[in-house]
């Protein structure tokens, strides 16, 4: 598990589409000219000036790829230090580089930041390389040797740890994502669903008997009408969440009451009987959604997979603290009818989301019964 960390670490990709950083890098390197400027001007113990002229180039011209190419920008600039170290040890030139050089800490960062982790693995051992041998060139203090080293492994742990947490953060925005997908894709079956699939019965009705009673046609077309209405308005609705980005006007979520609405007035079959039993004034908003969805989704399915089926019951109760959904067709179930798709996925969903239970399957004697028990307060998960 600690090996698959690791990898998926190391996994981030560069950045190819970031935003362009361009400017930014153009003006650190300005500030870090004239930082070596003015060391150039007000010291006088510094190294001769073609290898301070080279030790600077080194860093600074490689500080505008370091994103892109950590590695080589490492390598290029460690590399060229060494080789100045290593010349200042030979000629025994007196004098020290310049404290501008000091921005390489920032690429031992980057290469931790950006880099892959062979990459990584093989930059530090150049850095450290370089360390080495510049503690050789500038005499100096174990404190001051190992405050150095310390300062670059800082540096280098502060880009590791930098990625990890940009890591976390692109991997819980991707679920935020999946999750609003998810809780779209529900909510666009339920709804859609449900209307389309009376839009459909009443199709069929009023073609059946459009030769016969031509007025029942009519009140069929004018059913269809009215329930492509209300599609239409819950896809709007929909929509402009969707396309909005602030100040926007949330129109209530449909709860327990609304579950009535569902009951039909026997003249459609399967006919529809709801019945509400209990307290639902201190229900959660969102209990009471997934009530009412849970409700029309079964009804739907009822309606489209019920071979035969004449009455559909839902009965809701509410107890002290849970609520429970019922919902029994009088259809038969072919071959343990299950409505293929996402419907009965989505219904699973919304109560294990909420804390609570579900299960669809055929009852005992004869049709579908599906059943959901959510707590009271449940809060969405």
Avoid at 112 to 133: K, M, T
Avoid at 369 to 377: D, G, H, K, M, S
Wanted: glycine share 8%.
């Amino acid at each position: 598990m600690a090996t698959n960390a690791l990898r998926s670490l190391w996994a981030e990709p560069r950045p190819t589409n970031a935003p362009d950083r361009r400017p930014r890098d153009w003006a650190l390197v300005a500030v870090l000219i004239c930082w070596s400027l003015l060391e150039v001007v007000l010291r006088q113990d510094l190294a001769p000036r073609p290898l301070l002229l080279l030790a600077v180039l080194a860093v600074l011209g490689t500080l505008l790829w370091r994103r892109t190419h950590p590695l080589v920008a490492v390598a290029v600039s460690f590399g060229t230090l060494t080789i100045v170290d290593i010349v200042r040890i030979l000629t025994g030139s007196q004098g020290a580089l310049l404290n501008s050089i000091s921005a390489a800490l920032i690429l031992a960062y980057a290469l931790f930041r950006w880099g892959s982790g062979r990459e990584a693995a093989s930059g530090i051992g150049v850095i450290l390389l370089w360390l080495a041998v510049t503690n050789v060139a500038d005499t100096t203090s174990l404190a001051d040797s190992v405050a150095s080293y310390g300062f670059f492994l800082f540096a280098a742990a502060l880009g590791a740890a930098i990625r990890y947490h940009t890591k976390i953060l692109i991997r819980d925005i991707d679920q935020a994502k999946a999750r609003e997908r998810e809780q779209l894709a529900r909510e666009l079956h339920d709804t859609v669903a449900h209307h389309v699939s009376g839009i459909a019965i009443q199709a069929q009705a009023g073609r059946a008997v459009a030769a016969s009673h031509p007025e029942r046609a009519i009140e069929a077309l004018a059913i269809i009408e009215d329930a492509a209405t209300r599609t239409l308005t819950e896809l709007r609705a929909i929509v402009g969440v969707l396309r909005a980005t602030q100040d926007t006007e949330f129109a209530p979520q449909p709860g327990v009451a609304e579950v009535e609405q569902l009951a039909t007035d026997g003249q459609t079959r399967p006919c529809v009987e709801v019945t509400l039993f209990g307290e639902f004034d201190d229900l959660s908003p969102a209990v009471g959604a997934a009530i009412y969805r849970l409700a029309q989704e079964s009804v739907t399915n009822a309606r489209r997979h019920a071979r035969h089926a004449t009455l559909v019951t839902v009965a809701v109760t509410g107890d002290a603290d849970q609520v429970r959904l019922t919902i029994d067709d009088d259809g038969f179930a072919a071959g343990g009818r299950a409505p293929a798709g996402y419907g009965l996925v989505g219904m699973r969903e919304r109560a294990s989301l909420l804390g609570g239970t579900f299960h669809a399957g055929p009852a005992a004697e004869r049709g579908w019964r599906v059943e959901a028990v959510l707590p009271r307060t449940g809060t969405p998960r």
